[in-house]
């Protein structure tokens, strides 16, 4: 995800306090991933599961992903294809499902200055960036290595499976 930091990516904006029930709302959890993002965020953006794009951004205000544990949440953001979400805090929950599943959260404490529609990039370095198109650039805080190994596998089980292969050639 980080080595493509000169690729722009559309901002999606939404507010502080964004919950889970919001992401994947409770009506649709009996369906499958594909019927619970078609309704992600349609309480606060009508306009979100359609018109995201894949590598789009979200950026929301703070406690993004407040709420219960449902991991949906962060898989409905997944599944649209959001490349990352750009907040100054997120619920702990929320956090952990979000980098299992592969999907990069970028804590940055001015988040809330980037605006709809503007065109980011996101740039590796031992601390993220974000920089908009005006060439204004905000400092993220650092993300761990564990963290950043599951985002680029896409998750932690592609993590797991990697090991699983590597340690079955090293035993052999």
């Given at each position: 995800?980080?080595?493509?930091?000169?690729?722009?990516?559309?901002?999606?904006r939404?507010?502080?306090?964004?919950?889970?029930?919001?992401?994947?709302?409770?009506?649709?959890?009996?369906?499958?991933?594909?019927?619970?993002?078609?309704?992600?965020?349609?309480?606060?953006?009508?306009?979100?599961?359609a018109?995201?794009?894949?590598?789009?951004?979200?950026?929301?205000?703070?406690?993004?992903?407040?709420?219960?544990?449902?991991?949906?949440?962060?898989?409905?953001?997944k599944?649209?294809?959001?490349?990352?979400?750009i907040?100054?805090?997120?619920?702990?929950?929320?956090?952990?499902?979000?980098?299992?599943?592969?999907?990069?959260?970028?804590?940055?404490?001015?988040?809330?200055?980037?605006?709809?529609?503007?065109?980011?990039?996101?740039?590796s370095a031992?601390?993220p960036?974000?920089?908009?198109?005006?060439?204004?650039?905000?400092?993220?805080?650092a993300?761990?290595?564990?963290?950043?190994?599951?985002?680029?596998a896409?998750?932690?089980?592609?993590v797991?499976?990697?090991?699983?292969?590597?340690k079955?050639?090293?035993?052999?």
């Open positions: 995800m980080m080595q493509d930091a000169m690729v722009s990516r559309k901002v999606w939404v507010g502080a306090n964004i919950d889970t029930d919001a992401l994947a709302p409770g009506a649709y959890m009996k369906h499958n991933i594909e019927v619970i993002a078609a309704h992600c965020l349609e309480v606060h953006r009508t306009d979100f599961a018109g995201v794009k894949p590598g789009d951004v979200l950026v929301a205000g703070p406690n993004f992903g407040i709420g219960s544990s449902r991991e949906q949440a962060a898989g409905a953001l599944q649209l294809g959001i490349a990352a979400v907040a100054p805090s997120y619920s702990g929950l929320f956090f952990r499902n979000a980098f299992n599943l592969g999907l990069l959260l970028l804590t940055c404490p001015h988040a809330e200055t980037l605006q709809e529609n503007d065109s980011v990039q996101i740039i031992d601390t960036q974000v920089k908009n198109a005006h060439g204004q650039i905000w400092m993220c805080h993300v761990p290595s564990f963290l950043m190994d599951m985002v680029n896409g998750g932690l089980v592609n797991l499976k990697q090991r699983m292969a590597h079955a050639l090293n035993t052999d």
